[in-house]
């Protein structure tokens, strides 16, 4: 291997290019209709951290220097400060703001985020776009999980192809084009796993290590480029890139081949150099230059920001308190770099920074880890306060048959799956949905006991109705839940057949099934075939239940604050009218179908708002998250039903 190896000078260029990418990312969170592409932004520094890094690889190994421990103590300073800082005020702002379920969520991502697993716990969970992303304060580290097990990995790959005499650029190739390709593979298998795998997201940091290649083992193609071809190259970078932010959108199959936009685009910029005309005038202006600056900073600030104050009003968010918002990040970003980070790269500051940083990055792990495996910590202030944590469950065991023993009592027993079902004296009712459809267990079984029938649950989260339907479709590409519904839908018509129930009572989120995020969207001539086959099988009642009452905040939260004692407790506030519409969609098509519906929407609200509060007297609140009964929610409802003859349960 030949080189001309030099130590990197600094180019402001490029740190007008981490503006781009910052700004681009900010305004996405806060105003995505105003730019649908600007989650690339993340993708622009995936590129420009791949070129930086394989930079300073190359030129230690090249001069004999490289150290791991010199390489990760760049690293940690580099990265930990800003992170260890977020890490703490995001901990104290959920002690005292967030009841049990989302501190222990919190405490979760933050050892996520400390052990750089973020993405992966983040793919487990679900997808970026996913409508709850926007409650979780740490989400946003998923993009650091992933540069940083590329930290990991790619000094020791390039140090054991140094060690071996292997061809840096056949090394780059092979492992950027097997990693493209797999990211092509999953996109449309599995785009939630192609979106947060380190191994499909690989290629867009060797993108810019293969610009690092070029400067240092390529000069003279480097500088005939930058001589006759900068500014064409140059502004063609730009257009990849304003491409992809004003055409893409969270609906786009991403990344795949469309993260070639961001990321060729970022390369071109960086390849073409300092003096091109859209780098050294656009670029390198001083404004664009300090943004990038504290990009990283900013980067780590603003998600918090905005999410804690999203889940903890009750008023719709205007344009100017989103602008607000990011002032508050730009200048909490400002004072990191200024205060924390720069001070910390004085020598004698460097001394014992990184025992120290590290100790307090391990701490923050411990404490998220704490706060997850205790539940959230319940003996805080707002967790006892809170009436999350006296909520109970409205879900039953799903797929079970709860009958009536001799003492009048429900109880639920696989075994009576085997008695004759010919020889049962009681009527049978069964319930059939996803969790919209499990949340009414609590209110049927009591009911049961009340009216002497039997329940048969056969409730299955993210499963609504509807045979052969895959409703988590190919954008989200979960093909094992999507098998796991299909298969579950087919053994609740042949348990339809067998038990012969009086009454099959069908309840979903209609409003999920739209074709956005991670569901697919809800056919309707399935739908109305899965009906005309219950039909076909002799059942006497069908109910249809429409849509749930669905907030962009958790009802019990929003109930806790508007409650006022002896008053009918209603609201609008944070109401997602899309439930509306849903519900309102699905009423014209059963009640065509002849069949029986009920709206919970138009029993729960009116022109006030939706009931709150099972009671005007005690805080009972009807819902324990956005959308799903709690216990005393279910039963309040199905009582209701029963007294306004709504529902035939016997």
Not at 58 to 80: T, V
Not at 301 to 326: G, M
Request: include cysteine; hydrophobic fraction near 45%.
């Amino acid at each position: 291997m030949t080189s001309q190896t030099s130590h990197l000078k600094y180019r402001p260029d490029i740190d007008g290019l981490r503006a781009i990418a910052v700004l681009s990312v900010v305004c996405f969170h806060a105003f995505p209709n105003l730019l649908p592409g600007g989650f690339i932004g993340v993708d622009i520094f995936f590129v420009i951290s791949g070129y930086l890094i394989t930079s300073i690889l190359f030129n230690d190994l090249e001069d004999k220097s490289f150290s791991f421990r010199a390489f990760y103590s760049r690293r940690i300073r580099r990265i930990f400060p800003a992170l260890l800082l977020v890490l703490m005020a995001t901990f104290g702002l959920g002690w005292v703001l967030l009841p049990v379920g989302e501190f222990a969520q919190l405490g979760k991502h933050i050892l996520g985020g400390s052990s750089f697993l973020s993405n992966i716990f983040t793919w487990k969970e679900s997808g970026y776009f996913d409508r709850l992303a926007d409650t979780k304060p740490l989400l946003h580290l998923w993009s650091l999980g992933i540069e940083e097990q590329f930290y990991i990995v790619w000094p020791i790959f390039l140090l054991a192809a140094y060690k071996l005499r292997v061809h840096f650029r056949r090394l780059i190739i092979c492992l950027l084009v097997a990693s493209f390709f797999y990211s092509l593979l999953l996109v449309n298998g599995d785009s939630i796993a192609a979106f947060f795998s380190p191994l499909s997201r690989m290629w867009e940091l060797l993108i810019g290590s293969s610009i690092a290649y070029l400067y240092i083992y390529r000069q003279k193609f480097v500088a005939h480029l930058q001589g006759r071809y900068s500014n064409v190259l140059g502004l063609l970078g730009f257009a990849l890139v304003g491409a992809g932010l004003v055409s893409l959108s969270s609906q786009s199959l991403f990344p795949g081949a469309w993260a070639l936009l961001p990321t060729l685009g970022a390369a071109l910029i960086i390849l073409v150099g300092p003096r091109s005309w859209f780098n050294h005038r656009v670029l390198a202006l001083p404004l664009f230059v300090w943004f990038g600056l504290i990009s990283y900073p900013l980067y780590l600030w603003h998600w918090p920001v905005l999410t804690f104050f999203r889940i903890t009003t009750l008023e719709e968010i205007s344009p100017f308190t989103y602008l607000f918002l990011i002032a508050i990040s730009i200048f909490l970003a400002y004072c990191t770099y200024h205060f924390i980070e720069k001070p910390l790269r004085n020598k004698m500051a460097t001394i014992y920074s990184v025992p120290v940083l590290t100790a307090g990055v391990l701490l923050m792990g411990f404490l998220g880890f704490n706060t997850y495996q205790r539940e959230g910590l319940p003996s805080r202030k707002i967790a006892v306060e809170s009436p999350n944590a006296s909520l109970s469950s409205a879900f039953g065991k799903s797929g079970c048959f709860n009958v009536l023993d001799s003492n009048g009592q429900v109880v639920c027993e696989d075994a009576v799956r085997t008695t004759p079902f010919a020889t049962r004296k009681i009527p049978i009712v069964f319930l059939w949905g996803d969790s919209h459809a499990g949340h009414l267990n609590a209110g049927l079984l009591l009911q049961a006991s009340k009216l002497g029938f039997s329940l048969y649950d056969d409730s299955m989260p993210a499963c609504p109705p509807i045979l052969d339907f895959a409703p988590r479709g190919d954008k989200s590409g979960a093909l094992d839940e999507n098998q796991k519904c299909i298969s579950h839908n087919l053994n609740a018509v042949n348990a339809i057949k067998e038990i012969r129930p009086k009454v099959v009572v069908l309840a979903a989120n209609w409003m999920q099934y739209d074709g956005v995020n991670q569901f697919n969207v809800l056919p309707i001539d399935k739908l109305l075939d899965t009906i005309s086959l219950i039909r076909s099988l002799g059942v006497e009642t069908i109910e249809v239940l429409g849509n749930m009452p669905v907030f962009y905040v958790d009802q019990a939260k929003l109930a806790a604050k508007l409650y006022k004692p002896g008053h009918e407790n209603r609201s609008y506030k944070r109401f997602d009218y899309r439930s509306l519409d849903a519900d309102q969609k699905m009423s014209d098509l059963i009640k065509a179908m002849s069949i029986k519906f009920i709206s919970p929407i138009e029993l729960l609200c009116n022109d006030q708002g939706c009931l709150m509060s099972t009671s005007n007297s005690l805080l009972i609140p009807m819902a324990f998250d956005t959308s799903h009964f709690s216990k005393e929610g279910s039963q309040f409802f199905i009582q209701m039903l029963v007294d306004q003859h709504l529902i035939d349960l016997k």
